[in-house]
């Protein structure tokens, strides 16, 4: 069981193709308090990970370079409730139609940014259902 | 003034019409070789002709066309639009034009710009309306090419200025001071600028790895003509893949200028790679970083942003396996790189 003087760090998936970028993004989660799954550059990394790493919530590029696109982890984490934040240098416009609506930050982004769309992410009533992937 | 003849006005009507016929002539030799689809419609809007052009490209007949017929060449989504626009023009004698698709003779849709002015007589009255439709296919799809274009070097954009931002960020982490960030930062962002203009020869389809390698370590070969060896079967890399190799080999061989082979007048380096026949579950790409007759290094177990881009971010983006050794001559760096959309043989 937890000791409830020192909560779980909040784990957060992160997809990104790019190399420099998903070191940076990496640094800025972890810098942010959380602790990072992966970072993954492949939807194949991605979905390996999920399955046998406990998750809270992710942050998922868009395209992965040679036309892979994370949809599929996007859809595997909805399905089972993990909220999710789309990090893209195309901004809302480059989402699939059914994630239209979900929150994205466009790159580059500052940590202040990032600790807003997070918060939003775990402290918005609507993500209080929020499940942790086990 | 002496009254015509009988025989004078038998000839001059005989030459009015001939006159008539040859103009008829002239206007449907000019309706039927323009590249345009043409017609003409009374003032209330009924279409009475068409030229050839429009009936090559419907397959229809005058019998289809006369009238409102036309409706039945228009595409389901649009016709509704085009004819409620079109009535006002007619009721309100003021130019007509749309943009909308037209169905060609064998089915298939294309876009068509379309015009239509009043000819009007000396009272002003509207006696006919001339229409025309341009074909504008490839101009919308010229469009749609250039909007994607632009969209995706948005995009190109973004990534490189969060690329800047990392290297940034990492420079400024093992750096002691603002000079010495600087130092640390400015090479690392000239390699990513030299990789930029590499992919932009080639439209960022892809980069050949030999250009990759040489373009990175050139400014490092300046001041040791010979001592680099770069040799290896034509590999083609994806613009990102490109830009994670070259980054790599900016940090090896910074590091082998500070402290391992090329940092002394006799040391070498040699990057060479091959097709992996091992016969392992995927084919690959090995690739050897090898430094001799480097001064003596001793073994570190420092973890910088270089090791970090290596064994991980590149490892990870990659699909790949590497291993990176100081040995007593430099550094060793083996890479192991599956063949990938991003990783190709040319």
């Known amino acids: ?134 | 003034m002496r009254p015509e003849t009988d025989e004078q006005q038998r000839q001059r009507r005989l030459d009015a019409e001939a006159a008539l016929r040859e103009g008829d002539i002239n206007f449907h030799l000019l309706a039927d070789s323009i590249p345009q689809l043409a017609w003409m419609a009374q003032p209330d809007g009924w279409i009475f002709w068409y030229n050839k052009r429009w009936y090559d490209y419907t397959g229809t007949t005058f019998a289809d066309m006369e009238g409102w017929g036309w409706r039945r060449v228009h595409h389901p989504d649009h016709v509704d639009r085009v004819v409620a626009r079109l009535q006002r023009s007619w009721e309100t004698g003021s130019p007509w034009e749309d943009t909308f698709p037209l169905k060609r003779h064998d089915g298939e849709y294309c876009w068509f710009l379309s015009r239509a002015l009043p000819v009007r007589d000396d009272k002003g009255r509207v006696l006919r309306w001339f229409g025309s439709n341009t074909d504008i296919t490839e101009l919308r799809e010229a469009d749609e090419r250039q909007k994607l274009l632009v969209d995706e070097l948005n995009h190109r954009v973004k990534n490189t200025l969060a690329s800047v931002q990392s290297l940034a960020r990492q420079s400024a982490r093992s750096a002691t001071d603002i000079e010495d960030f600087m130092q640390r930062f400015e090479p690392r962002l000239l390699a990513l600028s030299r990789m930029h203009s590499l992919l932009a020869r080639d439209k960022w389809q892809s980069a050949n790895l030999i250009a990759v390698i040489s373009e990175t370590l050139a400014p490092f070969a300046q001041g040791a003509p010979g001592r680099i060896e770069i040799l290896g079967p034509a590999v083609l890399l994806n613009p990102t893949a490109a830009v994670t190799l070259a980054m790599a080999m900016q940090e090896l061989a910074t590091n082998a200028a500070k402290y391992g082979s090329l940092s002394v007048p006799q040391g070498r380096v040699s990057v060479t790679w091959n097709q992996d026949l091992g016969g392992g579950p995927q084919p690959a790409i090995n690739l050897l970083w090898e430094e001799t007759n480097g001064p003596h290094v001793a073994p570190s177990n420092r973890r910088g942003f270089g090791s970090r881009l290596i064994e991980q971010g590149l490892a990870r983006e990659l699909n790949g396996e590497v291993s990176l050794e100081l040995v007593d001559t430099g550094a060793r760096c083996r890479m192991r790189l599956p063949l990938s959309s991003k990783v190709a043989l040319a």
Do not use: H, W
Not at chain 1, 26 to 33: A, H, M, R, T, Y
Not at chain 1, 34 to 62: H, N, R, W, Y
Not at chain 1, 80 to 89: E, N, S
């Open chain 1, 1 to 134: 069981m937890n000791d409830v003087s020192k909560p779980t760090r909040l784990r957060l998936l992160v997809l990104e193709d790019e190399a420099l970028v998903s070191m940076l993004i990496e640094d800025q989660v972890i810098e942010l308090g959380f602790s990072v799954v992966g970072p993954a550059a492949t939807v194949k990394q991605a979905l390996a990970l999920c399955a046998t790493e406990p998750i809270d919530g992710a942050l998922l590029d868009v395209n992965l370079g040679g036309g892979q696109r994370s949809d599929p982890v996007a859809d595997y984490l909805d399905k089972r409730k993990v909220p999710f934040l789309f990090v893209t240098g195309y901004g809302q416009a480059g989402l699939d139609p059914r994630f239209a609506d979900r929150a994205v930050l466009q790159k580059p982004f500052a940590l202040p940014e990032l600790r807003r769309e997070l918060n939003a992410m775990f402290l918005d009533p609507a993500a209080a259902g929020a499940q942790r992937l086990a």
